[in-house]
């Protein structure tokens, strides 16, 4: 769809370039293309297509929310997340001092303001049945903590958050014999008090590290932590290839509540995948009450991930039904937090 605008626009001597995880992930169709491929391990062929004085390799990692939302082609892609999870919310929330402060502070904590983008690494150890990140990542490859400290120190704002860009946080370090929490610790000492949002932590480490996990979230101001469980059944979990047993990560992040209750904990619920039954689904469901924000994902098919080849495929019908389900129960679930929590300062 995007490809076929910008071919009709581009002037007869210019070339599309793309660049990210679909080169790896959809290599044959891209390969049909009239455009320049180049995914994220080949930063280096910018430098022979621009002619400019500071090389890609020198280019760190790192931005402040204005860039962020100046790379966003298509806004309103993010803007729905406003607005989906949090319908029964925003119109409740009128009626309430309360859920209109949390709210807002949910709704600034979800999108992209007010924050500085430091990646830490890339990849992951995982290698999960339906995901395309490892194809497309590789194995973890993190970065030194002195070079995300140097980022830090050009950007820091006392008034913005840091937010810690990574496949998997929880991982971070293991290729270069560190790990998360030193990291966190060393930012932290660094500037103490500052505010951290954490990307993606794969709930296998808090079920790993569960004792330095409920001390990091007490001693650290953390405002937003991704810990994507993606199904409430472990049945499904382990077809999923993800590594941990959902109820001993509910006693995790419960604990996290009580440690950091202004903490907003987010995940994601990838619905309708393949030999997901109805009790399967009821378990997402009721699982979704440990999480402040829990945002639906619908299974789509990749013919190069390992689940595609599973039995029991759902039908666009199921995976819309269960989608709507999910939607409706979730916002009486958020709307539930705005009510007994207090997110603000």
Known sequence: KYFDKYHKQKKENASIIMFGCLIKIDKEKIEKLDLIPIDFNEG???????????????????????????????????????????????????????????????????????????????????????????????????????????????????????????????????????????????????????????????????????????KLFSEIKINLASIPVQSGSNKILKTMKRKYDIKKVNKIIDKIKEVSPKTIVYSHFLLAFPGENCLDFLRTLYNTKHFDIPIALIYSKHIDSESSNFRYHKSNFTKILRYVIFLFYTNLIIFYKLLIYDYEE
């Open 44 to 214: 280096k062929k910018f430098d022979e297509i621009f002619y400019n004085k500071i090389k890609f390799d020198y280019i760190s990692p790192f931005c402040d929310d204005k860039t962020k939302n100046e790379l966003i082609y298509d806004k309103n892609l993010f803007q729905s997340t406003k607005i989906i999870p949090f319908i029964f919310s925003s119109i409740l929330f009128l009626f309430s001092k309360r859920i209109r402060k949390n709210y807002r502070k949910m709704i600034n904590s979800f999108t992209y303001e007010n924050k500085i983008f430091i990646e830490i690494s890339t990849g992951c150890t995982g290698n999960c049945s339906y995901c395309m990140i490892k194809k497309a990542r590789g194995n973890i490859k993190s970065r030194p903590i002195k070079n995300i400290i140097s980022d830090l120190k050009r950007l820091y704002d006392s008034k913005k958050n840091i937010f810690l860009v990574a496949d998997d946080c929880g991982s971070y370090g293991l290729d270069i014999k560190t790990n998360f929490f030193e990291l966190i610790y060393e930012i932290n000492k660094l500037y103490p008090g500052i505010t951290i949002d954490l990307n993606y932590l794969n709930p296998y480490w808090i079920q790993k590290y569960p004792d330095k996990y409920i």
